[in-house]
């Protein structure tokens, strides 16, 4: 499968990637703004937004939206996320015009109602506060708050239930016409596409877009620190958070596969070592997530009052031996289960139009999966005790920690075990 691209007059960049073999499709508007985009008191209005694109436009309400894409057997989805949002249908091959209709008309022709967007804040409150009901959801943001305080990047995506209560019509409105411009959109389609037709559907539902009005995040700054917050739970939540790397950083695959061999399946050192070896945890795993400027390397282990005191330290030691001691075999495993995901990864359209929008928005262009299969090939271990050393060199690591947590070290002794 290659791919294929286009970019319209007004500079919405279109891109496609037939597969004969397949009767459906998929088809996706990626949005080069997200959460790290929003002002403080606006906190939240990117994911407001993207529910209110479904709640009716001025040719269809929402319950027409649901029933048109639903009435060819698609479904419509969207996600936010802190760098982009996504809108994105799943197809028959012959109703991606449909597709294309739908995703057009809500990205543009969205009303905003205003007692649907009372309705639709109070949607919101109960996802926040189903969040806060569930620990696991809750430790990741207690993480990035304190990697990254008082900054747009360590925001919830979510919002907090006063702000989203509280933001006014105008504000949502405002956000999808300022933001929304054909620069900033990568429209995708894979799967049983045909090229010209979906550039010709895009012509004509997107043509009226806009130039961009861009808005450059503020930096986003790695600082670190303890957050802890005692709480009358099954088990005690941790997570550990250290500064990784960009995506166009020359340590951007290193750290993938440096995760990989230090919590990515069962034969990694912490699930080992951790769960296989001492029986601390039933779930632990670790983590590599990067930004356009910067990253997160992050450890997770949820586990018992009376393991937490040993939980820690455990977690320590494996990182500091992996800069030492990373061997050929291991990486060697890493690789092979990054490339088996990437591969397939291909079978899938949903995922594949992900990918074409993400690289696109990321690098400018779309990598080949022969490039990306060689960029993970040249990682050695070598490379992984090189990332390994950085982060057990992190001299201000992250704490963060949920739970019947009396047990766990201070912030001190944490810290101590690092830089």
Request: hydrophobic residues 45%.
């Amino acid at each position: 499968m290659t791919h294929r691209q286009s970019v319209l007059p007004n500079g919405l960049r279109v891109i496609t990637e037939d597969n004969p073999h397949l009767e459906t499709a998929a088809v996706g508007v990626w949005v080069d703004v997200g959460a790290r985009h929003e002002a403080h008191d606006r906190n939240g209005v990117s994911h407001l937004l993207e529910h209110m694109a479904f709640k009716g436009t001025k040719r269809r309400t929402a319950r027409a939206i649901a029933e048109e894409i639903e009435a060819v057997g698609g479904h419509l989805n969207a996600y936010t996320s802190r760098e982009n949002t996504a809108y994105y249908a799943r197809v028959l091959k012959e109703d991606v015009d449909l597709g294309i209709d739908l995703l057009s008309d809500i990205l543009q022709h969205s009303t905003f109602d205003p007692v649907e967007l009372d309705r639709e804040r109070q949607v919101i409150v109960q996802e926040i506060g189903q969040a806060l009901d569930t620990p696991d959801d809750v430790i990741f943001d207690m993480l990035q708050e304190t990697a990254y305080p008082d900054q747009p990047v360590g925001r919830s995506i979510l919002g907090t239930v006063e702000r989203i209560e509280n933001l006014p019509r105008d504000i949502v409105a405002g956000h999808m016409s300022e933001h929304y411009r054909a620069p900033a959109m990568v429209l995708t389609a894979a799967g049983r596409v045909d090229h010209d037709m979906v550039v010709a559907l895009a012509t004509e539902r997107f043509g009226a877009l806009g130039p961009a009005n861009p808005v450059e995040p503020q930096a986003a700054l790695y600082a670190g620190g303890d957050m802890r917050e005692v709480r009358d739970l099954e088990q005690a939540h941790i997570a550990l958070g250290f500064p990784g790397f960009a995506y166009g950083d020359e340590n951007f695959y290193a750290s993938q596969v440096y995760a990989s061999v230090l919590g990515g399946g069962m034969s990694s050192r912490l699930f080992q070592e951790v769960r296989e070896i001492r029986g601390l945890a039933y779930s632990v795993f670790a983590y590599a997530t990067s930004m356009a400027d910067g990253g997160m390397i992050g450890v997770y282990a949820g586990t018992g009052e009376d393991q937490v005191a040993e939980l820690v330290p455990v977690l320590a030691a494996e990182m500091a031996r992996l800069a030492v001691d990373a061997a050929e075999d291991e990486v060697a495993r890493a690789r092979a289960q990054m490339k088996a995901g990437l591969l397939m990864s291909l079978e899938s359209p949903s995922s594949r139009i992900e990918q074409l929008a993400r690289h696109t928005l990321i690098h400018g262009r779309v990598l080949s999966t022969a490039e990306m299969v060689a960029r993970i090939d040249n990682v050695d271990a070598a490379a992984v005790r090189r990332v390994a050393d950085i982060v057990a060199r992190t001299p201000m690591p992250t704490l963060t920690a949920l739970g019947p947590i009396s047990h766990l070290e201070d912030a001190g002794r944490f810290a101590a075990r690092f830089g």
